[in-house]
């Protein structure tokens, strides 16, 4: 199929530069495995697994199986009232391989769905512990918790924010976890655990009784890769249980061995309240989120109401969509039978190995990765995102896909990559970051040096970096 370039007005994209994408887009016709291809036939390698989505790779015949013969034999059934069978197998297994004691699954569309149910659940397990004073939310700086219009008044990235109003004006935000001293630490950095006691701070200055619940990425993902100092989420699960606050965490890029334990939760051995899911629950097959919910906020709430009654009045049209069912038990089925969450965690150090020998690059200013997840800061090169959406770009016609967020590329490749796969990403960012941005002043002006890249592209072309 070829399209017409007058026919893309009409799609209003979402996070997108609408008119520089439709000068020149970007179009995918098919993806397999760890690759895109354009309508031009052109070969991408996806390294951030779509938008974390595809921990599983690209085009999984066995879901698209699965989809199939479930949208053939039952595409649909009302989620109030009723049941069908695959919800409930779906939800034992993701069940299965939540933390201890977060076995009760609840189904929603979305990752930001997820985000604003739980926000949901927080205020209803007060209400009706008689504690309905407990209204107001905790989140962070430079925390991303969907767009709806709860996760959004959570999020901590101010142009996700500015043009809707104050949305839900009872949040408060606890301080971002970078330091300068921690940049281009791999893993958890040793300082910073006391950022945590922001929540202290915010006790003291609202009362522990009106917070209902404290937010955070156990990495923080789209901002960037931050990963949480050694003690930090620790002492934010002591001062929750202190004065009564659930602890939620956003588990939606995290999640489905991306840390190489099923979730960061128990990468990190800090069991949450609940924990919002999405994104690689269905590897990207369907849209699905979820939320897993402790067993005594479950029970708080679901004890409270008269038998026969509705405990929680909440829930969407496509709660547990059948087709969404079946691909996400296919997807569970996958990571089970290869071994992807071990996998993951064995290509690790070599994939960070990789990422962190790029810190040499003259426009990289820090780097951050755990597990299967980094972020490379750039050097700003003009306005604000700037750097980060003219370096994806060209990326881009290099062949690599990376997701990037103001001037941060955020690296997640897929669980079934191999070593190969990430000396071909490797390769890829170190000819642009190396290269294409390597420039030299002439007559007060900026210019590539034209000489200094033939020499280079020659050498990249003879030897794997």
Request: aromatic share 10%; proline share 4%; with cysteine.
């Amino acid at each position: 199929m070829r399209i017409d370039l007058k026919s893309l007005e009409n799609l209003w994209m979402p996070f997108t530069s609408n008119r520089d994408f439709k000068s020149k887009p970007r179009l995918i016709e098919r993806a397999e495995g760890v690759y895109l291809y354009t309508t031009d036939g052109h070969q991408i390698i996806d390294a951030s697994s779509g938008l974390f989505c595809c921990a599983a790779g690209h085009s999984r015949p066995e879901i698209a199986e699965a989809v199939q013969r479930q949208l053939s034999k039952l595409a649909y059934t009302a989620p109030f009232q009723m049941g069908h069978e695959l919800s409930f197998e779906l939800a034992r297994r993701v069940a299965e391989l939540s933390p201890e004691g977060l076995d009760r699954v609840f189904f929603v569309n979305s990752g930001s769905e997820a985000i604003d149910t739980s926000i949901k659940i927080a205020l209803a397990y007060h209400y009706v512990r008689g504690e309905g004073q407990r209204q107001r939310l905790v989140s962070r700086e430079r925390a991303y918790h969907g767009v709806n219009l709860g996760g959004t008044a959570l999020s901590g990235m101010v142009k996700n924010r500015q043009a809707f109003g104050v949305g839900m004006p009872a949040v408060a935000h606890l301080r971002h976890t970078w330091l300068p001293e921690n940049r281009f630490v791999r893993g958890q950095p040793e300082r910073g655990a006391e950022l945590a006691d922001d929540l202290e701070r915010i006790v003291s200055n609202y009362g522990a009784d009106s917070i209902a619940a404290c937010f955070v990425e156990p990495i923080a993902g789209s901002t960037g890769c931050l990963v949480p100092p050694v003690g930090y989420l620790e002492r934010l699960r002591e001062i929750c249980d202190e004065n009564g606050i659930l602890l939620v965490f956003d588990e939606v890029i995290c999640g489905f061995g991306r840390t190489g334990e099923p979730f960061a939760s128990q990468s990190f051995s800090v069991r949450p309240d609940m924990m919002t899911l999405a994104k690689a629950l269905t590897n990207a097959a369907q849209p699905m989120g979820a939320i897993a919910v402790g067993r005594k906020v479950y029970d708080t709430i679901v004890n409270a109401a008269p038998e026969r009654t509705i405990e929680l009045f909440h829930g969407y049209t496509y709660s547990g969509h059948p087709a969404a069912c079946a691909a996400g038990i296919a997807t569970m089925d996958i990571y089970k039978n290869e071994n992807l969450f071990e996998r993951g965690r064995r290509l690790s150090d070599y994939f960070l190995d990789r990422i962190f020998s790029l810190q040499d690059c003259g426009s990289v200013t820090d780097i951050r990765g755990y597990g299967m997840l980094a972020g490379i800061d750039l050097a700003p090169s003009g306005p604000a995102g700037d750097a980060g959406i003219t370096t994806q770009k060209k990326l881009f016609w290099e062949g690599l896909h990376v997701k990037s967020t103001g001037d941060v590329l955020i690296v997640a490749p897929p669980l079934i990559s191999t070593k190969e796969h990430v000396d071909e990403i490797h390769y890829k960012l170190k000819k642009v970051l190396t290269i294409v941005w390597s420039k030299i002043k002439v007559d007060g002006y900026l210019t590539y040096n034209v000489y200094f890249q033939c020499i280079i592209t020659g050498l990249l072309q003879s030897i794997r970096i």
